[in-house]
């Protein structure tokens, strides 16, 4: 299954430290070497950022940062695992990292399971719906 971990954090968390970003590197080299990790990446700030949202039927396009953000996504990675008991393991392991490496960061690393066109991972309304439809 594949699954994405979104890293969410109080804006103002700060940088990670140097000790935080060589151990991460290492937890990725291992995991791209096994072929569980796919993709990862860190995201710039909010400030160089935009939404494109919808609302009231009306299109519109809001640069950052923005006010109403009580969490800010830092980062993402993407992993093909067994299953979601395998993907949260894994994510204690990354978030361990934190707790080791910088001390007093809070945050969250949220684990998702990605929609397959099987429907496996999909919500339960989506998978009955692609069913029916074939």
Known sequence: MRFMYLVKHPGRSGNP?????E????????????????????LMP?????QVRIADGKLSV?????????????????FE???????VASAKEFMQLHLDHMP????TCEVRAF????????CEAEVADALAAS
């Open 104 to 107: 007093g960061w809070e945050g």
């Open 17 to 21: 430290t140097p000790e935080l970003m």
């Open 62 to 78: 809001i640069d950052g940062p923005f006010v109403e953000a009580k969490e800010v996504v830092g980062g993402y990675a993407i």
């Open 46 to 50: 909010v400030q160089t950022g935009a």
């Open 115 to 122: 929609g397959m066109p099987d429907g496996q991972g999909g």
């Open 81 to 87: 695992l067994r299953d979601k008991e395998e993907a």
């Open 23 to 42: 151990a991460m590197g290492k937890l990725a080299d291992r995991e791209i070497k096994a072929g569980r990790m796919l993709d990862s990446g860190g």
